[in-house]
Every structure is written in structure tokens, then in C-alpha cells.
């Protein structure tokens, strides 16, 4: 069993996807709907996904939880809410208790495009993320390298909430520096409610010369950090399309853990994903 704990949808008669700029960027301005997930994932032997908010509307929500509750494949959201509202607890409670609010199992939001490399610990995104902890879900972590120490301030002030970091923290892997990433990413998986999505990691190298040498120090790098037990597979489908495929995805994925015994593999690749947003698979 394979669980694909990141990737995306969108249709874009009903929205826009407005972070879609730009030419190099233009093969995903089309609709990606889950029918076409589902072609790839049951040929590449995924049976469950997590589909992960793509925008910060507080539509797109309740749309992903109706698609989850209407699917075989989609095992658990991480939506999306305001976490800067006063009103976030009820808006929570709100999608718990709505159309596929079981599926609902964690938050995101992009704290990447924040100009405050703080964003994290402003004490009304601090009371955002208690009551995301208080709702029974995990937060998915979207940052880039220069946020992530207050992304460890933040996993240090909540410990009863549980972090997910996506995509590695975003590392420069196109230019090959390791520092201070995996400082950064040492300080954060010593945190015990801190977890890692091995993901998005051929976005972050050259699109069009990359290589699994090239990603090497960077899974082992969160692989020796956070160990397989705190580690999950994510395909960052369709976004990974601009540099590989879906199956080419799973297979680099599942080259860069090859050391890891039988048991630590199904961890990467299911356990630690099923155990940390409680799927029901």
C-alpha cells in the first residue's frame, strides 16, 4: 500500500489559481481534476490520498471535503481557514460538522508568501494554531528555508499540536547548499511533535537537468533528522509534472529511502502519513 499524502486539484471555471504566472509555469494552467489523479495513482499502486488546499479562500474547503467524501482515493484534506480570525474555532467546528467534515485533517496555509518571516509566532497565528490543536487536526508547514526558525518556535510554543513540513522546508537544491537548511531542519525534527513530507523535491532542483544525485543530501538529510517513522511520501501532483512525472515521482521517492529496512519503508510510504493525520484506511 502506498499513501500519497500530498498533492492538489483544481478546476479553473469555478476559480483562478492566481500564483499561476508566468511562462514557466504555464503547463498547469489547465484544470487538474481528480479523475485524472486517479489514472496515475492506481497505475502507480497509490490507494489513498491526502489532498492539500491549493488557495486562501475559505470555498475551496468544503469543495475538497465534498470531492473526499465522493472519492475511493482521497483518504483526508488539509484545508484551509483564517487562522488570524477571532472566530477560527467556530470556523473550524464549522467544516467539522459540514459535508465530508470527517476528512478533514489538518490546515495549511501559505506562510511561504508571508513578508513577515515571523508570521508564525504573531500571537493571533499563535491562537489560530491552539485551536487547530484543540480541533484534533495537524498543521502542514508550507515555508522556505529563511522561516523556519520560526516555524521551530512555533512547533516549541504548541507541543500539542503536530507540525508537517512540507517539502522539506523548500531547500535551495537547485544551487546545492545544504546550510543553514539542515540546521534549521536538525532544530526542527529535534521536536518530538514534528513530522516531514518527503515531497517537492524535483520542483526545488532544476526542472529540466536534475538527477537523483542532486536530491540525495536533501532526503538524507530529513531521513537521518526526523528517522522513517516521522517521514511520509507526498507526489506534489500535479505541481511535481513540471519537472517529472507521477510514477517517476514514487520511484525517485522510493530510491532515496532504498536503505531504510522493509518495515521503514512501509512507514515513508503509509504508516507514518496513516498514524499522524488518522486516515481511516
Not at 468544503?62 to 483518504?75: G, M, W
Not at 477560527?88 to 508568501?113: C, F, M, N, S, T
Not at 532526503?219 to 526526523?226: G, H, K, R, S
Request: glycine share 8%.
Amino acid at each position: 500500500m502506498i499513501v500519497d499524502a500530498h498533492h492538489h486539484v483544481w478546476d479553473l471555471s469555478i476559480r483562478d489559481q492566481d500564483w499561476i504566472t508566468g511562462p514557466e509555469l504555464a503547463p498547469l494552467r489547465r484544470d487538474f481534476t481528480l479523475r485524472e489523479l486517479e489514472a496515475a495513482a492506481r497505475f502507480a499502486g497509490v490507494t489513498a490520498t491526502v489532498l492539500v488546499q491549493t488557495i486562501t479562500v475559505p470555498e475551496e474547503t468544503p469543495e475538497f471535503l465534498a470531492l473526499a467524501a465522493d472519492s475511493d482515493l482521497v483518504a483526508g484534506v488539509v484545508g484551509w481557514t483564517d487562522l488570524t480570525s477571532p472566530d477560527v474555532a467556530d470556523a473550524l467546528a464549522k467544516l467539522r460538522e459540514g459535508p465530508g467534515g470527517e476528512y478533514l485533517v489538518g490546515i495549511r496555509h501559505q506562510v511561504q508568501g508571508e513578508p513577515d518571516p515571523r508570521w508564525l509566532v504573531r500571537p493571533d497565528v499563535t491562537r489560530g494554531l491552539s485551536a487547530v490543536a484543540d480541533a484534533g487536526l495537524v498543521y502542514d508547514l508550507l515555508v522556505t528555508p529563511h522561516q523556519l526558525p520560526a516555524a521551530v518556535e512555533a512547533a516549541a510554543r504548541l507541543p500539542e499540536l503536530t507540525f508537517v513540513l512540507d517539502h522539506l522546508g523548500k531547500p535551495p537544491i537547485a544551487s546545492g547548499e545544504l546550510e543553514p537548511w539542515a540546521g534549521e531542519i536538525r532544530r526542527l525534527a529535534a521536536l518530538p511533535n514534528t513530522v516531514c513530507k518527503l515531497s517537492g523535491l524535483v520542483t526545488e532542483a532544476d526542472w529540466t537537468s536534475w538527477s537523483v544525485a542532486d536530491l540525495v543530501p536533501y532526503a538524507d538529510t530529513v531521513l537521518d533528522a526526523f528517522g522513517p517513522g516521522r517521514l511520509m511520501f507526498g507526489s506534489d501532483w500535479p505541481v511535481c509534472l513540471l519537472a517529472s512525472d507521477y510514477v517517476e515521482v514514487i520511484d525517485v521517492a522510493e530510491s532515496l529511502v532504498s536503505a531504510v529496512s522493509l518495515a521503514e519503508d512501509r512507514e515513508v510510504f503509509g504508516g507514518t502519513a496513516i498514524r499522524t493525520y488518522g486516515l481511516r484506511i
